[in-house]
């Protein structure tokens, strides 16, 4: 079924076809902040303050101050779903994307009318407001202004003419003005328009809102898995055995997601930085991944918008930034790093890899290891620093058997509870660059840290001695089928 996923709508589609999957709903909400309070518990999960769970995901037809269309949010906010959607099973999707970045399907300009294009609005028109044609919500009532929060930001690298899509916050300024948060030194558009700015041009980017899961997923991938000059919709590509359609832009020299909901298209500008709330001036952005709300950064980049096209009765697509949805966009695409390159280094020994909700996808991995011989006993350890390698703003891995869940957190902390020994099972690497969002990453929370966004990176090995192993055998039950006794 997956197979005939191709945009959002096909998506929401499936997701109808699923049991307790998708639920809509026609009653009025507002953007600011309603929304998001509304969705958080019915579905959002993840790193959200409690209460919160996983849920549906959801559509909310009647939109205040817009009429004409519709919001979507927590599409990805399940794993179960993001598998149904790429047609595989949940605990298979980093295997999956890990051979999919290995074997790219490039996207390829398509001639045809874009169903993107359907409606046009140029910002040369006098009606033309980003606030009013474009229904992104707040968050919470402490955020910057309106954000777009699922917006595949597509440019090309000024020298090289090598193309990218990346996940970037925006948040609307103006009638015709967004900031974009450029994560310093971590993204490839922030080094596009680092050198369009050395060369004093600007940078034409797209911004395409409500597309096919699959480029969501994909456009999440970060070196060294995908280095610069690797267009990341030749992932979403591969996982659908057919290129992603692009098409022109009217306003400004770049390329869009054909089928997208909305593209907002515009121009990066150089030598300009925005204060983030400069509207708001609650001196917070957004919720990030791991649960708090950032603060607003004086270094936002401008884009100058030109023009917003849609569909006919466009669906915004949304999510809460520290949802079970960003687990999934985030995480996903870390285990299939880990997992491409600790196989290439160790084959047959990595089962599998998750990258847990508590982490928000990117703090937390848990390898699943299986030990073939005694000369493998040390190199559990090994691997656990190729997934540092393979994705650096990961700070603390769990190694488990091949006999544990490592997508289960109870299985988890089972073999901390009986396989380690914090004296001699914990290895510390300190002083290392990771994730600037982690506000424990700080000089004012330890004096050993040197600057913010510098940690200790933790290896915590919970696997059994090999010489051990009979030791630790977990106690066998009869397999069999409970349907003859319990119809589910």
């Known amino acids: 079924m997956s197979s005939q996923v191709d945009s959002l709508r096909s998506a929401l589609e499936l997701l109808n076809q699923m049991d307790g999957q998708l639920i809509e709903t026609d009653v009025e909400v507002d953007p600011n902040a309603e929304l998001s309070g509304v969705y958080r518990h019915i579905g959002a999960g993840g790193t959200v303050m409690r209460p919160t769970k996983e849920g549906p995901a959801m559509i909310f037809n009647n939109v205040k101050g817009h009429p004409d269309a519709r919001v979507a949010i927590g599409v990805l906010a399940s794993r179960k779903r993001v598998g149904a959607l790429l047609g595989t099973e949940p605990e298979n999707l980093g295997k999956l994307l890990a051979g999919s970045v290995d074997n790219p399907v490039p996207p390829v300009l398509s001639e045809e009318s874009a169903p993107c294009q359907e409606v046009v609005h140029l910002a040369s028109d006098p009606d033309f407001d980003l606030y009013k044609l474009v229904p992104a919500p707040t968050n919470t009532p402490d955020d910057a202004g309106p954000y777009i929060t699922l917006g595949m930001c597509y440019a090309t690298h000024p020298d090289t003419g090598r193309n990218d899509v990346t996940i970037h916050r925006l948040c609307i300024q103006g009638k015709n003005e967004l900031s974009i948060f450029f994560t310093p030194g ?3 558009i922030g080094a596009m328009a680092e050198r369009a700015e050395e060369l004093g041009q600007r ?5 395409s809102i409500g597309v096919d899961p699959a480029i969501e997923v994909g456009s999440c991938f970060e070196p060294p898995t995908t280095p610069m000059g690797y267009d ?9 055995n057919k290129p992603v359609e692009l098409t022109s832009c009217i306003s400004v020299n770049q390329k869009a997601i054909a089928n997208a909901e909305y593209v907002i298209e515009g121009e990066v500008v150089p030598g300009v930085r925005v204060q983030e709330d400069q509207n ?13 709300t950032g603060p607003a950064s004086d270094q936002c980049w401008l884009i100058d918008v030109k023009a917003v ?8 697509q949304t999510c809460i930034g520290p949802s079970e949805e960003h687990v999934s966009m985030a995480g996903i695409p870390t285990e299939a790093s880990i997992y491409g390159m600790i196989d290439k280094a160790m084959p ?15 703090f937390m991995a848990v390898l699943q290891f299986k030990k073939l011989s005694p000369s493998d006993e040390g190199r559990q350890r090994q691997a656990a620093l190729i997934a540092f390698s393979a994705f650096s703003e990961l700070k603390n891995v769990f190694i488990v058997d091949e006999d544990v869940d490592p997508f289960d957190m109870n299985d988890v902390l089972w073999a901390m509870n009986t396989r380690f020994q914090g004296n001699a099972d914990i290895i510390t690497i300190p002083g290392v660059r990771t994730h600037p969002l982690d506000p424990s990453n700080d000089p004012a929370y330890d004096p050993g840290i040197r600057d913010h966004g510098i940690a200790c990176k933790t290896i915590f090995d919970c696997t059994v001695p090999y010489n051990l192993k009979d030791r630790f055998e977990r106690a066998r039950f009869m397999d069999v089928d409970p349907a003859h006794w319990v119809k589910e």
């Open 186 to 188: 971590a993204r490839h």
């Open 203 to 207: 940078l034409p980017i797209s911004i």
């Open 232 to 240: 990341e919709l030749a992932v979403a590509g591969a996982l659908r």
């Open 280 to 292: 708001s001036h609650t001196g917070y952005a957004m919720p990030e991944f791991p649960g708090y």
């Open 309 to 316: 096209t849609h569909r006919t009765n466009p669906i915004m």
């Open 348 to 362: 047959g020994r990595l089962k599998n890899v998750y990258c847990a909700t508590p982490g928000g996808g990117k």
